[in-house]
Nanobody, 120 residues
Framework: QVQLVESGGGLVQPGGSLRLSCVASGSIFSIYAMGWYRQAPGKQRVLVASITGGGRTIYADSVKGRFTISRDNAKNTVTLQMNSLKPEDTAVYYC??????????????WGQGTQVTVSS
């Protein structure tokens, strides 16, 4: 089983910044990609950004130019630097890993979520 531990959420004013971090642990064979999703109240969970082991990145149009995703493959960590935050960024942010464990099949694993609130 993969455990994803998220940190860095909180309350920030519009225009401010937050940095989210996620550390994956367990009997991991390989992590093919990691990413961040978010879910606002009453909304579907949507992709914010993802990154493969090779460094290929995908960003939602709404965060391009403001958010940056990075990954440390050796440490099985992924971070999301969020700048110029807007109220519409308010959501629960979830870390995701596309991973293969030593004794399990490949699948998607999720963190517990961390709240990001952007408000004045």
């Amino acid at each position: 089983q993969v455990q994803l531990v998220e940190s860095g959420g909180g309350l920030v004013q519009p225009g401010g910044s937050l940095r989210l971090s996620c550390v994956a642990s367990g009997s991991i064979f390989s992590i093919y990609a990691m990413g961040w999703y978010r879910q606002a109240p009453g909304k579907q969970r949507v992709l914010v950004a993802s990154i493969t082991g090779g460094g290929r990145t995908i960003y939602a149009d709404s965060v391009k130019g403001r958010f940056t995703i990075s990954r440390d493959n050796a440490k099985n960590t992924v971070t999301l630097q969020m700048n110029s935050l807007k109220p519409e960024d308010t959501a629960v942010y979830y870390c995701n890993a596309d991973a293969k464990l030593v004794a399990a099949t490949r699948g998607d694993y999720w963190g517990q979520g961390t709240q990001v609130t952007v408000s004045s």
